[in-house]
């Protein structure tokens, strides 16, 4: 009986990996909302923030692309930490590929 529950608390902690990822990835990416609902430019996102750089710096392309990169840090750590739930969840549903 204890080893039917710990498959679902395994499933379980994949499916709360996956929701957790992508509600950070939806955060993180949020374009439209701030730009609708923020007026100061102090409390833009990043995401808002790398728009109003590429209108200021249009020409400058090494600058845009590191600020691109520092953008998407973030998202790639949460990734790499949550690797291993995505991995655990791949052999758990017992798909082969």
Known sequence: MPDRFAVHKERGMVTLAA???????NTWNNFMGPLIYLNDQRLYPLSLG??????EHSTDFGMLMSASTIMTLPVVAVFFLAQKHFIQGITLTGMKG
Request: charged share 10%; aromatic share 30%; glycine share 0%.
């Open 50 to 55: 790398l728009f109003q750089f590429r209108l």
């Open 19 to 25: 929701v957790a990822i992508f509600t950070f990835m």
